[in-house]
């Protein structure tokens, strides 16, 4: 199910607040969570159930894993050996999902055969949960961490605004909020605490709402079309085509995030925030330190740093950084031109690490500008259907001529708004977060405007689905 | 409470400013996109004066109307402006609003599917950026206010912006209507080459939908044709749309329900109904590509008859000398294309 479809914003969401605020009415606590998981699996299901049984399963398997490693003697080597076969699970379930048809197919080239297509569905999500739950299970391994409660742990799992592209939420992030649920002194429906939070909760999610719609969704009829014809697009075409989908994908996925943690704040629970305004960053570092925060912090926590991290020599530091993107780049899709991205990530982050540690420095637009650019022109390689698109696209950006923008020229308008939002404006959790008088009428004239641009916005049939979903 | 009421007021408030937002945005849009009148039929409803007989339906009469005929029957300019049965009722009532110049008659041979269907179809909100931004903007304030919030959609708030920044929208406007002028000068589309059926899977009665309950806006229509007739002396005839197929209706005792009750309602507005629907019915070799599009030859003998039932209900030929339509239409066209 979609954040911005009526059966959304006018059924299922209504009824799950509904249900929660009558246990929390009814001091029915022990209800929530019940109340909380039935409706992530409806969330999930809705739609697709064929892809439901396969979330199950590794639910299932993770948390017996989970439970197994808990009742073992740290140092006995079925502990390990539990880990490590539960690893190879998730991560071989990822695999079969996501990477058999790319796999085959450059096996296929490789060997100079017919390449075989696999009708391999990609279930919805399995990138994030997969990730969520090797962090749970290597945290049991590694830290001794105990969670035996199946009903939290499947809500770990796939609590719904997080469930299908994020944030990747840590158990010990959202596990003891949980349990806070159930006690009594914690979730008032009329406390001044759940105010704030039912505040901050619309805020965030209806500034969501309007960005995917508004903005994103707008950007999304440019960017297709000038896709379907990169060959032909003369230099400031290319430029703008290559801006609207870097604003398209910032505007989609972070009004993803917004909305996700604004329902959950709705729900009494916090999740962590993915953006922060990362078009700002001064540097490839301070970029992904801003960008999809939780993807950077579990490649951080759960990769880079199993991998030797900085600790040992200066080469292996760099070598660690390198294969952390590249990784972090096929996790995104199963295509070269995500590896390609991936790489190219990897390098400047080695580029800037070696640039810092000679103590050089520029002054901070131009570093702010610099950094922009970086993006933008790698995100050709996440947007491109093939490398030589990408590459095409990337020669008509490098080949100047004075011929006015002749097809994307009616983009201009959205990238200036998107422009002005990324650079003038406060983001969207500091205006959620802002603590002025005029806090609730904000809430309240954002989520009316909100309502009336959902409202709009799905007058049509045609779907508007968030780019991250295809993760 | 006191903050649940202050979130609750700002939120209509938002809601309310968000909606007239959109609805200004789209009237700013769709304003400029329609400056030169998409179709050539658009074109002669704006643009050419009065007195003049106005025909306005769906495609039915877009095909199954000889508009020269009437013209030479009645000595006035005849524009047949009839255009798709997608758009819906209370749409071309706005328009004939907007557009009826006193002194003008207006024919409205409507397809039945204006008294059984209440929806706005898709298609037809997905041309209010272009084709019928006219339609769009004859609504009063309200009622696009209400359109733009129920049945456009961001898609269709992008549309109108796009063709907005495009250059050469006007030029192909006018392109449209020089083309669409040089084949049919009087507004109406016959094409007699379009004999292969596309509604082959579907039943004459079915498609036309002559047997469903008639729609509340059907009343309401006659009642503001019947404030035209006595505010802005414009004779109004209701009559029935050109079908050709094999058992399109089903009758009771020899008449068919739906024309009945019709005639009733109009009549009791003062507006005069003429012929019967068997008047403009023909067998299925008449029939075009779809059930409501009849070919050359049942258009010019229901024109006939149509003629014959409009002299009985009253309507004189016009003494005075006017001017022949094409004429009229290019002395318009060559004023809207000199203006700056």
Redesign the interface.
Known sequence: MLFVTREFLLGFFPIVMGAFWLALVLDLRKLLIPILLVASIVFYAWGNPAQTPILAVSILVNYCAGRAMMSLDPLLPRRKAVFVATLVFNLGLLAFFKYTNFISENLAALLGIQAHHFGIALPLGISFYTFTQIAFLADIYGKGQQQRDIASYGLFVTYFPHLIAGPIIHWREVMPQFEMLGRKDSLALGSGAYASLLVEGTCLFSIGLLKKLLIADQLAVFVDLGYKSVPSLGFADAWLLSLAYTFQLYFDFSGYADMAVGISLLLGIRIPYNFNSPYRADSIQDFWRRWHMTLSRWLRDYLYIPLGGNRGSELLTYRNLFLTFLLGGLWHGAAWTFVMWGALHGAACCLHKAWSSAGLALPRPVAVVLTFLFVNITWIYFRAPDIHTANVLLQSMAAPDLAAPARLFAACPLLIIGAIIVWLCPNSQAIAAMDWRGRVALAGALSGAAAITAMIATNTSVLSPFIYFNF | MK?LL??????????????IA?LLSYDFFTSHNRAVPYSYSQFLLEHVGSPRIVIDAGSSSAFGIEPALIEQAFGRPVIDVADNGSIPLDMKIHRIIKYARAGDTLILPWEWVYYTRDIVP?DF?DKTPDEYAAYYASQPFFDRLAF???????????DA??LY??KDLQQVHFARIQSEMSKWPLGDRKDDLRRISYVHEINCADYIEAGGKMVPDVAWAAKQLAKLQTRRKIRVYVTWPAVAGSNCYVMENGRLPIADEARMIFERHGIAVVGEPADSYFSADHMLDTYYHVDSSAAHVRTERLIGRLREAGLQPDAADNKATLWLASEALRKLKSAP
């Open positions: 903050k202050q979130f609750l007021s700002f939120a209509a408030g938002g809601a309310l400013l968000c909606a959109m898709q909100t733009v919030v129920q049945h456009a959609s961001l898609h269709n708030l992008s912006g796009r920044l495009r």
